[in-house]
């Protein structure tokens, strides 16, 4: 009676094995696990899985230990990386569980190298030949150069005839090398009227520099004359090469308006108290 006992358990979990993880007839058992209901004429036919190899990442976001993942489709070959403080999604396979926090890409080994792909953060994952990332340069209070065909954001290096272009090595643990940071500073510019710099009309200019940068603003001295040509549009420090007192700098935002209007109510001050 044991033999047939454990033939008889034997036969029964064949049965639900197949039903629950191989496939077989009937429906899913309830709250089974990588199973799926089909019709007849419409199941997978597993002959069409294929097997392919994505980059695996640690919690860390750096390559893990293991090197790749062993990932099986019957469908377009995926992999995913995550983004930022994000967990790995099926060690790399696939998909990734949402756009917010991954970037997915297609091809066996895409998720190897990651880049920004514009100034606002966008990440494109470049594969396993990559090397650099590039951008378009950056200079503080001018903002970024123009984009042309050598500069653009991605994946890649910059050719030997790139114009402002900045490009960076693309480590294995290191995301995004190609990413800055940037902020914005107000500041007023100036225009000429009558025979004397003044104050242009309407709100402070947003001066773009780099998030780790020292706010500053550069307006007209008491040298300047309307012939003066402020520097930056009043964004940033004074020009190397100004004259003595044709330029002042200030370091709180809007502050060269007021720092005039001081140093005029200083001078008739100083005016009245000779009367």
């Known amino acids: 009676y044991s033999v047939i006992y454990f033939l008889v358990v034997i036969l029964i979990y064949k049965q639900w094995y197949q039903r629950r993880v191989r496939g077989g007839c009937g429906a899913c058992a309830d709250g089974a696990e990588n199973c799926v209901d089909c019709l007849p004429d419409a199941c997978l036919d597993v002959s069409t899985i294929v097997s392919f190899q994505c980059k695996k990442y640690t919690a860390a976001n750096v390559a893990d230990a293991a090197g790749t993942s062993t990932c099986l489709t019957n469908t377009e070959q995926k992999c995913n990386r995550a983004i930022g403080a994000a967990a790995p999604t099926n060690d790399g396979c696939g998909p990734g569980a949402n756009d917010a926090d991954y970037v997915t890409c297609e091809g066996a080994s895409c998720n190897e190298g990651m880049c920004n792909s514009d100034a606002e953060g966008t990440v494109t994952l470049c594969g396993a030949d990559a090397t650099k990332c590039k951008r378009p340069t950056f200079t503080d209070w001018v903002g970024w150069t123009a984009v042309n065909g050598d500069n653009a954001w991605g994946c890649g290096e910059c050719g030997e005839a790139a114009q402002g272009c900045f490009d960076c090595d693309l480590a294995d643990d290191t995301l995004n090398c190609n990413k800055l940071e940037t902020a914005t500073f107000k500041c007023y510019d100036y225009e000429v009227s009558g025979e004397k710099l003044v104050k242009k009309t309407g709100d402070a200019g947003a001066c773009p520099m780099r998030a780790d940068t020292d706010g500053k603003c550069n307006y ?54 000779m009367m």
């Open 220 to 273: 007209p001295g008491s040298a300047a004359t309307k012939t003066y040509s402020v520097n930056n549009n009043g964004c940033g420090p004074c020009a190397d090469d100004a004259a003595a007192d044709t330029c002042e700098e200030c370091e709180e935002q809007e502050c060269g308006a007021q720092a005039t209007a001081l140093s005029v109510l200083a001078v008739l001050a100083a005016m009245f108290a």
